[in-house]
């Protein structure tokens, strides 16, 4: 079930009527149940993989929670991993290595083909065998007692609104809360604190992700067609896109939690005005990026080690989060990439800091600052090429393209869209609805419309992200009139009915 389908729209509200009127020792099972049906409404016989990895780790849980040694609790953390990786490798994995075997063995002119499997990819499988697996691996580390009761621990996996895509809530947060269901009671604060994240990541999903989308799929699903400018707009739209999506997601899960009365991690916080990479990291999907550094980085040794030590432990990290996002070289090669840059970064800092105070750099902090982001975007963006291309060779293509000094597709929608400024007459004659065209004649896939409407959200989205992150301008947006706050709210309404892409899509990180 997707949150911007018209059933969610039945869902939700059906499911909070029930959980608020129930008597609260019940809400647990009306959950749990609410949650199978969500998950059960893209592919039904699917739910056996998640009751299977709910009942492996709640037994070892049990059973490594009534051990005191670690080494006895290690046969179960073992039986735990492998159970759901092993699940996450057969489903997700299986078609990637063997094409990749089968591709090897060509090479070496041997006969040997791997059995071939038409499997489907599970929604949301990384998601919940990696929330599971913390579980296992923080009691089996003496961080966490295990859950005893089931049913809430069924529900800890399963939970609906991030159950698909985040945030990978942590058992030491999430299980308390669904402890204490008993004591929670309707607050329409909370609840319209809920609806207003909720609408605020619908926006970004059905107005401005599926809406770039448009543009984005008709370039890189046939790059060739395309020159420089137009690869370049598509990665920087995908950019946009990507955020969109996901952060409107996490929004949404967000907020339908918090009506409900629980707090679910913060997984966004606008990752793109960081000035360096790392910063990327602290502010891009927080639940994963944490995730990693706590079961992946941390037990590797971290930072305390050697260098040589140091720098494999984070480009492994990285090349290991990236085939997390997908089964493909190009997820691979984007993990690698990231981990390279953080590399690079920690080597060239000297260089940096002398070039900044050499040239001045360092008496203009805010040039300093823009130039930074600048970068980082840029460096962020060309990541995205490999995490958005079909293939390794489209990619190449596309980066390519950037540098290739072809500006004919630009030139082409400059025109476009500056005739609706400087234009007169009806909507035709401006050009409104007329698509925007590539230099070759290859339609981009947006009207001029739908073009400045999408930039016009993005440049909104923005300023509103920006100014939520300070404290002060919170406090002032809270003492506004009744009338400026609902009039906003009534606004994105009103864009959300009629200006959203009516070729909505599933949520990118569903594939994940």
């Not at 039904?44 to 670690?70: H, N, Q, R």
């Not at 720098?311 to 090349?319: A, E, G, K, V």
């Amino acid at each position: 079930m997707l949150f911007n389908s018209f059933e969610f729209l039945v869902f939700f509200p059906v499911v909070i009527v029930l959980y608020f009127s129930l008597q609260t020792k019940n809400r647990w099972w009306l959950l749990l149940i609410a949650s199978y049906v969500f998950y059960m409404a893209w592919k039904p016989a699917y739910i056996i993989l998640i009751i299977l990895s709910t009942f492996v780790d709640y037994f070892c849980g049990l059973k490594m929670g009534s051990l005191d040694e670690k080494a006895k609790r290690k046969p179960f953390l073992y039986i735990s991993l492998l159970s759901n990786l092993g699940l996450l490798f057969f489903f997700k994995y299986y078609g990637f290595f063997a094409d990749s075997v089968d591709s090897f063995f060509a090479f070496m002119a041997l006969d040997f083909t791997s059995p071939a499997l038409d499997l489907i990819l599970p929604m949301g499988i990384s998601f919940y065998t990696f929330q599971t697996m913390s579980y296992s691996i923080d009691i089996y580390n003496g961080k966490l007692k295990p859950e005893k009761h089931f049913g809430i621990f069924a529900l800890f996996v399963s939970f609906f609104p991030q159950l698909v895509a985040g945030p990978i809530e942590r058992a030491s947060n999430l299980l308390p809360q669904f402890g204490r269901m008993t004591e929670i009671k309707f607050n329409s604060e909370r609840a319209t604190r809920g609806l207003q994240q909720m609408l605020w990541g619908m926006f970004k999903k059905v107005v401005i992700a599926d809406r770039l989308g448009v543009l984005v799929n008709s370039v890189y699903d046939q790059p060739e067609y395309f020159e420089g400018s137009s690869l370049l707009l598509a990665t920087v739209f995908f950019s946009f896109q990507i955020y969109c999506d996901f952060s409107g997601y996490s929004d949404i899960a967000i907020g339908a939690a918090k009506i409900m009365g629980f707090d679910l991690m913060k997984n966004f916080d606008t990752p793109y005005a960081s000035k360096t990479i790392s910063e990327f990291w602290k502010r891009w999907h927080i639940s994963l990026s944490t995730w990693f550094r706590d079961y992946v980085y941390i037990p590797m040794g971290g930072n305390r080690v050697v260098k040589w030590r140091w720098y494999y432990n984070l480009f492994i990290t990285f090349l290991v989060s990236g085939l997390w996002h997908g089964a493909n070289w190009t997820f691979v090669i984007w993990g690698a990439l990231h981990g390279v840059y953080l590399i690079g970064a920690i080597l060239l800092m000297p260089a940096k800091n002398n070039f900044n105070r050499l040239s001045g750099l360092d008496k203009f902090p805010q040039l300093k600052s823009f130039m930074d982001v600048g970068i980082t975007f840029g460096l962020v963006m060309i990541g995205w090429v490999f995490f958005r291309a079909n293939h390794i060779t489209d990619a190449i293509y596309i980066i390519g393209g950037f540098f290739d000094g072809k500006t004919a597709d630009l030139t082409n929608l400059l025109s476009a869209v500056g005739g609706v400024f400087i234009g007169a007459g009806t909507l035709d004659n401006i050009g409104l609805g007329s698509d925007l065209m590539s230099a070759s004649g290859y339609s981009l896939g947006l009207t001029v419309f739908d073009f400045i409407l999408a930039v016009g959200s993005i440049i909104f989205m923005t300023i509103m992200e920006s100014n939520f992150r300070m404290e002060s301008f919170r406090l002032k947006w809270k003492s506004r009139p009744v009338y400026v706050k609902w009039g906003t709210y009534a606004m994105l309404i009103y864009v959300l009915l009629f200006f959203r892409n009516f070729e909505s899509s599933e949520f990118i990180y569903f594939q994940f």
